[in-house]
């Protein structure tokens, strides 16, 4: 059983080792080791720490949920885009749908883009209201997520936010 094995590889003292057994982890897919990753997200290593997203996406255990919106509120650029992928894994719609209240505007982002890419279509109408939001990047996530829902009506709403908008997205 390769997966004890690759347990214990995560206390390793090389940031390299524990990337690699991180890895393996989210491969094999069993999300009972979910929460054997989840501290490790504290750790300083960005390099070890996306590793740590990717390998909690691919478990899809709803318990990473909140440690991964916890990396994304602490707004580091080279995690903060793989964010909303992982989330759409890890979390529910209404859970998604509570981000998009978020005071941090990088969780509202997240949050947008994360209920598009699922097809949370309940949250249409939040997305919309997004457009107006005062943080360019959620209006822009917001966007996003409302063409990956398919949002033919909201191309002019789009168009219409755009219009009043100082900073367009």
Do not use: K, M, Y
């Amino acid at each position: 059983e390769a997966l004890p094995a690759l347990l214990r590889l995560l206390g390793h003292p090389a940031p390299s080792v524990r990337s690699a057994a991180a890895w393996a982890i989210g491969v094999i897919g069993d999300r009972t080791a979910a929460g054997a990753l989840t501290p490790l997200l504290a750790e300083d290593d960005a390099a070890l720490r996306a590793v740590l997203l990717d390998a909690l996406g691919r478990l899809g255990d709803p318990s990473s949920a909140a440690p991964v919106i916890q990396i994304c509120a602490l707004g580091d650029p080279t995690l903060v885009p793989q964010v909303p992928f992982v989330l759409v894994r890890v979390s529910t719609p209404e859970d998604r749908a509570r981000w998009l209240d978020a005071a941090n505007p990088a969780v509202r982002a997240a949050a947008a883009l994360a209920s598009g890419v699922a097809g949370d279509d309940v949250s249409r109408d939040r997305l919309v209201a997004a457009l107006s939001d005062p943080a360019p990047t959620v209006r822009e996530h917001a966007v996003l997520g409302l063409g990956f829902l398919g949002a033919g009506t909201a191309a002019d709403r789009v168009q219409a936010a755009a219009r009043g908008d100082p900073e367009p997205v």
